[in-house]
Nanobody
Framework: QLVESGGGLVQVGGSLRLSCAAS???FGWNARSWFRQAPGKER?????????????KYSGPVEGRFTISRDNVKRTVYLQMNSLKPEDTAVYYC?????????????????WGQGTQVTVSS
C-alpha cells in the first residue's frame, strides 16, 4: 500500500515536499514514480526513480524544479517541488512497479496511492 502526504496550498514560486510511504509488503517493488492529474486532463508522468540504481527521470515541465529522492530505511520516496507554478496544480499520485525501468505510461505501474492535492495560487 502506498500513502501520499504533503500536499496543500502554496503561492506561486513556493515549495512543497510530497512523501510516498510504503506499508505492508513491498518486496519486489523496484521503481517508484509520481504522476499528476489536473481537472479535465489525463494523468501524466512527473518523475520516477529506479530504487536499485537511484537513477531518476523527469518530465519536461518539471525538470530543474522538482527532485525525486528516496529513503530506503523509511521506505519512503519524496518529491521536492520548487518554483511552483499555477499549472502544477493537480492531484499527485505515487505509483510502484516491479521492473526497475521508469516509464511515463500509466499502464506500466502496478500499485497506486490515493493521491494528494497540490494547489498553487497566483
Amino acid at each position: 500500500q502506498l500513502v501520499e502526504s504533503g500536499g496543500g496550498l502554496v503561492q506561486v514560486g513556493g515549495s512543497l515536499r510530497l512523501s510516498c510511504a510504503a506499508s505492508g509488503a513491498e518486496f519486489g517493488w523496484n521503481a517508484r514514480s509520481w504522476f499528476r492529474q489536473a481537472p479535465g486532463k489525463e494523468r501524466e508522468f512527473v518523475a520516477g526513480i529506479n530504487l536499485r540504481s537511484n537513477s531518476a527521470k523527469y518530465s519536461g515541465p518539471v525538470e530543474g524544479r522538482f527532485t525525486i529522492s528516496r529513503d530506503n530505511v523509511k521506505r519512503t520516496v519524496y518529491l521536492q517541488m520548487n518554483s511552483l507554478k499555477p499549472e502544477d496544480t493537480a492531484v499527485y499520485y505515487c505509483a510502484s512497479r516491479l521492473a526497475t525501468t521508469v516509464t511515463s505510461r500509466n499502464d506500466d505501474w502496478t500499485a497506486w496511492g490515493q493521491g494528494t492535492q497540490v494547489t498553487v495560487s497566483s
